[in-house]
């Protein structure tokens, strides 16, 4: 038998790293060279998968007209991604909202007399996936990063909880699993309320948000959001000019919150200009 | 040296037997919120940073200020700092040690704290923070034990830790300029993105530390047979005087940027801290003691007369002890969320385990330094030590 120390330990790290676990080690070292050569990773991507160089978003609430066409888009992500409802604000874990115009661009509606229906109409808000992220500049351990097709990625098995990101984020994207996201309230009631096995749970104390449905779109699928919003939330890749999102954003005005922060946020929101 | 530690009079023990009762008291609240969750805590969504936090920045403040001792005895030849220079490096350590355990507290998962040094982030403010307090600790219990040691023996310290000492000058500038820098980098904080930031947190260091290592000194008067002396006292009483100006000039300067220029992000933390905003207003009353405090204790210190009198200068430290701690251990991390990243308000007010917990912290922080005290004291009253 041919190898050497050095290789049984590479070998070994691969294994655990897919999860593929002592037996086959053992095997691969029992049986014949081919069988160490079976066993090196090789990746593939699923020719189903969607890739771009800078995903984002173009969303027009214009089309979402009642509360129920918000919830649609809420739940269509909540429910996949497993997040709890804790039942109360403080420990709430969110990766999708709706929130008021004002709040969403808070700098922009110092204004005692703009438009009351503006000012008072809902938004939908999720994680701006920002090309310079202020989240992934103070993250003491890279358990958020940025992956190069744009997406702000968080490990939820290496974030120590740390909540720097949570400071850091100017868009209150990112919540912290106060309390164990796979326990149950006082009645008895599961946090997470029906599982989805497809997608991992969390655990308790550690920070998590909107991960652009990479899971999705490894498998050719569109985002959860976008694909519930009936058209009002425009999903694509922001540097191929041919893309869907870009025609929307250079057919409308749009705006982007507080881009005077300078962390260029992904999510275009739609102001005005052809419906 | 540390068997010095183990013999002690009644009143000793006792005082450590009540430490180490708090401690157990908050050893028990602790696992109740490993198992719970910092849901236990009153920290938010919108808040999740909060007393834990506040304290670790605070406590930096308290170990960098050992450098008030140490330049001047160190780099100026002040030898009257000779006796108590020891006092002020064997408060950081016990200062630093509280650092860390604040951060261990507040991580949601503690049990995986390597992971800073396992995947070291040079773009993260707080890998540099671990790194700085880390060497800084390392640093005073070294050059602490050592020159201990050495007077001890009446012999002068090694000359290997003379680099180490002039080391720790800037070293210690460092470990609170890097704390601020885990504030004011954050882009949408209006509160915290100042430029101003370390320079503040190294004034307020420089009064509150000293200003706690006086009373500190009058304690080991009263209960030892040690005396550090009066004028070491009145020495530190000044740097005192002049940090705490530094600091409120500054803090004067926040005000007038925010309320100048008239930007309403920049004003709004201030006005909730201070006077409520949109009708909340949690922490008024607090940050009104605090200013309270803040110039009383520099009314008692600015003039001589009153200075000089022991224990005029005790309430004046205290006043100002607890102004720098509400200040900068509160008020300046609530200040950095409120209002949130969407213009709203949610308020924080610590609970009852966190509190116990953070007592529990400070307890384990003072039984440190009754230890590393109980054996400087001895040493001193051996009549170990040579100028």
């Known amino acids: ?186 009645n008895g009631r599961p946090f997470i309320r029906k599982e989805n096995k497809e997608f991992p749970t969390r655990m308790i104390g550690v920070v998590e948000k909107c991960t652009l449905c990479y899971e999705r779109l490894a498998v050719g699928l569109l985002p959860a959001c976008a694909e519930a919003s009936n058209g009002a939330i425009v999903f694509g890749d922001l540097e191929d000019p041919n893309s869907e999102v870009r025609k929307v954003i250079d057919a409308n005005y749009t705006i982007r919150r507080k881009p005077e922060l300078g962390t260029q946020p992904s999510l275009y929101y739609v102001i005005g200009g052809r419906e | 040296m540390l068997e010095k530690a183990l013999i002690g009079s009644k009143r000793y023990w006792l005082w450590i037997g009540a430490l180490l009762a708090v401690i157990g008291i908050a050893f028990i609240q602790y696992l109740h919120q490993f198992s719970y969750g910092l849901g ?42 000779g006796k108590i220079v020891i006092l002020g490096e064997f408060l950081a350590v016990s200062a630093v040690t509280m650092c860390v355990l604040f951060i261990f507290v507040d991580m949601g998962q503690p049990m995986r704290i390597m992971n800073v040094v396992l995947h070291p982030t040079p773009n993260s403010i707080m890998f540099w923070d671990f790194i700085v307090l880390t060497g800084y600790l390392v640093l005073n219990i070294v050059i602490g034990w050592t020159t201990l040691g050495a007077d001890r023996k009446g012999v002068h310290p090694p000359q290997w830790v003379k680099p180490l000492i002039y080391l720790s000058v800037p070293w210690a500038v460092s470990i609170h300029t890097v704390t601020a820098f885990l504030y004011a980098g954050i882009p949408g904080r209006h509160f915290w993105l100042t430029a101003i930031m370390a320079a503040r947190f190294l004034a307020s260091a420089f009064a509150g530390g000293p200003a706690l290592l006086i009373i500190l000194s009058l304690l080991v008067r009263k209960l030892t047979k040690f005396d550090p002396g009066y004028e070491p006292i009145q020495a530190l009483g000044k740097i005192v005087t002049y940090a705490m100006f530094a600091n409120v000039f500054f803090l004067g300067l926040e005000f007038f940027t925010a309320f100048y220029s008239n930007i309403p992000g920049h004003m709004a933390p201030i006005e909730y801290l201070y006077t409520g905003f949109e009708g909340h207003g949690k922490l008024v009353s607090i940050m009104w003691t605090s200013s309270i405090l803040a110039v009383l204790s520099l009314t008692l210190l600015v003039f001589p007369a009153l200075r000089r009198n022991e224990n005029i200068l005790a309430v004046a430290c205290v006043s100002m002890f607890v102004s720098l701690w509400i200040d900068k251990g509160f008020g300046l991390i609530v200040g950095g969320f409120v209002p949130n990243m969407f213009e709203g308000v949610t308020e924080y007010w610590p609970t009852v385990p966190e509190t116990m917990i953070t007592i529990g912290v400070w307890a384990i922080g003072f039984l440190v330094l009754t230890v590393l005290y109980k054996v400087a004291v001895a040493v001193r009253e051996e009549g170990g030590y040579h100028d």
Not at chain 1, 9 to 31: D, E, I, K, P, Q
Not at chain 1, 92 to 112: A, G, L, N
Request: glycine share 8%; net charge positive; charged share 25%.
């Open chain 2, 40 to 81: 236990i805590t009153g920290l938010s969504r919108d808040v999740s940073w909060g007393l834990y936090i506040g304290q670790f920045t605070f406590l930096v403040g308290v170990a960098a200020s050992a450098v008030m001792l140490v330049i001047p005895y160190y780099l100026h030849d002040f030898k009257k700092f």
């Open chain 1, 1 to 186: 038998m041919s190898i050497n120390r050095r290789q049984f330990l590479r070998l070994a790290g691969v294994s655990t790293v897919l999860g593929v676990g002592g037996a086959s080690v053992l095997s691969a070292l029992t049986g014949k060279g081919e069988a160490v050569s079976q066993t090196t990773p090789h990746f593939t991507t699923d020719p189903r998968a969607i890739t771009g160089k800078r995903w984002g978003f173009a969303i027009d609430v214009r089309k979402l007209k009642t509360d129920e066409d918000y919830q649609k888009c809420i739940s269509a992500c909540h429910d996949i991604h497993n997040v709890p409802d804790f039942g109360n604000p403080k420990d709430s874990v969110k990766w999708i909202w709706k929130d008021t115009y004002e709040h969403t661009f808070p700098t922009v509606t110092e204004d005692e007399i703009m438009n009351k229906e503006l000012k008072e109409k809902p938004f939908i808000l999720f994680c701006n996936h920002c090309a310079q992220p202020a989240c992934v500049r103070v993250c003491p351990t890279k358990a958020t990063y940025k992956r190069k097709d744009g997406i702000v990625m968080q490990d939820m098995h290496r974030c120590i909880g740390c909540r720097f990101c949570m400071a850091a984020c100017p868009f209150g994207a990112r919540s912290f699993n106060y309390r164990d996201p796979r326990g149950k309230d006082a």
